[in-house]
């Protein structure tokens, strides 16, 4: 079955401190992956992409993320983590679906940064 | 200029009423959908429109019927609303289904009384 996983529930990180939510993949052909954050009350934004090229995906507010094809991970990092930060992260796989495209997401991590 | 914009953001009903939400997108994408998350936070598709053409259906019960009059809106309308129908839903639209990222409404808090 394709699916996605994030195996942490929470990440409690010190502002200034490098952070990493950890997702995991299972799909058949090439993962189109994603990253997305939820703020309290508000809609996903997105973060990033990997489609394909470069392992290492820059994307907003500083985060980037790395394709790793054979652990199958696209964990999600920033170098210096910011009280800011602190919200609900998504991992994403686009998958096959009827003949198109549909995003499965994985469980969330909520992300605490602490000052 | 909101992208995605679902209407209404709250919506407090009765068991057994019928209530629709809807979605408008200006982002001129092709591609539309309704996602529920639940009490846990946990995200699921529920259909998918491209240019007005329903594509992805998940097991949704009937009482859940999309409606896309253009390629710009998607409403969803629900009939004898259930305790358990309690949730956020969030519109979203791409430009395909495929490559592009996705771009999510504000939500609606549906709660069942």
């Known amino acids: 079955a394709q699916s996605v996983a994030q195996p942490e529930d929470q990440v409690n990180v010190a502002e200034g401190n490098p952070l990493t939510v950890k997702c995991t993949y299972s799909v058949s052909g090439n993962p189109y992956l994603f990253w997305y954050v939820q703020y309290p009350n508000r809609g996903l934004q997105f973060l990033l992409k990997y489609i394909t090229g470069d392992n290492l995906v820059k994307g907003s507010y500083g985060f980037e993320a790395e394709f790793n094809k054979s652990q199958t991970s696209f964990h999600l990092k920033k170098p210096s983590a910011l009280v800011s930060d602190s919200a609900l992260y998504f991992c994403?796989?686009?998958?096959?679906?009827?003949?198109?495209?549909?995003?499965?997401f994985g469980q969330g991590t909520t992300l605490q940064v602490k000052p | 200029d909101t992208a995605v914009s679902q209407t209404p953001k709250y919506l407090v009903t009765q068991m057994g009423n019928d209530k629709s939400i809807k979605c408008e997108q200006n982002l001129g994408h092709d591609t539309m959908y309704w996602y529920k998350q639940d009490s846990k936070k946990f995200l699921k598709i529920m259909f998918s429109?491209?240019?007005?053409?329903?594509?992805i259906n998940e097991t949704v019960p009937n009482r859940f019927s999309p409606k896309s009059p253009d390629k710009a809106h998607l409403n969803l309308h629900i009939n004898s609303l259930e305790l358990g129908d309690s949730a956020v839903y969030f519109c979203?639209?791409?430009?395909?289904?495929?490559?592009?990222?996705?771009?999510f409404g504000q939500g609606t808090r549906l709660t069942v009384v």
């Open positions: 994403a796989v686009r998958v096959v679906s009827s003949n198109t495209g549909k995003l499965i």
């Open positions: 429109y491209n240019n007005k053409e329903l594509i």
């Open positions: 979203a639209s791409s430009q395909g289904s495929w490559g592009q990222e996705a771009f």
